[in-house]
T-cell receptor, first 111, second 114 residues
Framework: AQRVTQPEKLLSVFKGAPVELKCNYS??????LFWYVQYSRQRLQLLLR??SRESIKGFTADLNKGETSFHLKKPFAQEEDSAMYYC?????????????FGKGTLLTVNP | NAGVMQNPRHLVRRRGQEARLRCSPM?????VYWYRQLPEEGLKFMVY????????ESGMPKERFSAEFPKEGPSILRIQQVVRGDSAAYFC????????????FGQGTRLTVV
């Protein structure tokens, strides 16, 4: 069964500090990994996906198959980055539409 | 494009009543997904529908829950005889096609059973 683990429920950093939100997964095939973000009072929105290999709002995430991780990183956090972040996995085969989410990490960036 | 619209945003029901949650997908999207988020948990897949078809309901509880996506109108998630454990946030997402497409989420309906 596929599983996504976000070990930190809460993460607090100061503005300008580096931030890393951890995500580990378990899946037997070749997964597709995503990071979703939910700002206060807004809908869940896609932040980035591993196949794009792009940086969005200064965030990057690298899929490490050896460590089964997909940690989200930003070198200099901003106050507007404060939000709930969810790591998600989408499997292949016959159900490559189904997302499996972690429990989320609430990031607070303090001034 | 207003995005995926869910209503109501908040719904309070007494135990034993019925809850009907509505989801209007983005324009041009014919695939709808429902997810449930229990307190302190991540979103869990419930059901995947296309117009007039249920494609995958493997995440739906066997009893009291049903979903539809008619030819006209929004997708409906229906919970009969609600119990306290049904209290959760219910999210709808839509995509233009299935598989590999980005799914766009609504703001969710927060159901509280009292």
């Amino acid at each position: 069964a596929q599983r996504v683990t976000q070990p930190e429920k809460l993460l607090s950093v100061f503005k300008g500090a580096p931030v890393e939100l951890k995500c580990n997964y378990s899946y037997s095939g070749s997964p597709e990994l995503f990071w979703y973000v939910q700002y206060s009072r807004q809908r869940l929105q896609l932040l980035l996906r591993h196949i794009s290999r792009e940086s969005i709002k200064g965030f990057t995430a690298d899929l490490n198959k050896g460590e089964t991780s997909f940690h989200l990183k930003k070198p200099f956090a901003q106050e507007e980055d404060s939000a709930m972040y969810y790591c998600a996995l989408r499997g292949g085969g016959g159900s490559n539409y189904k997302l499996t989410f972690g429990k989320g990490t609430l990031l607070t960036v303090n001034p | 494009n207003a995005g995926v619209m869910q209503n109501p945003r908040h719904l309070v029901r007494r135990r034993g009543q019925e809850a009907r949650l509505r989801c209007s997908p983005m324009k041009g999207h014919s695939h709808v997904y429902w997810y449930r988020q229990l307190p302190e948990e991540g979103l869990k897949f419930m059901v995947y529908l296309q117009k007039e078809n249920i494609i995958d309901e493997s995440g739906m509880p066997k009893e009291r829950f049903s979903a539809e996506f008619p030819k006209e109108g929004p997708s409906i998630l229906r919970i009969q005889q609600v119990v306290r454990g049904d209290s959760a946030a219910y999210f709808c997402a839509s995509s233009p096609q299935g598989n590999e497409d980005e799914a766009f989420f609504g703001q969710g309906t927060r159901l509280t059973v009292v």
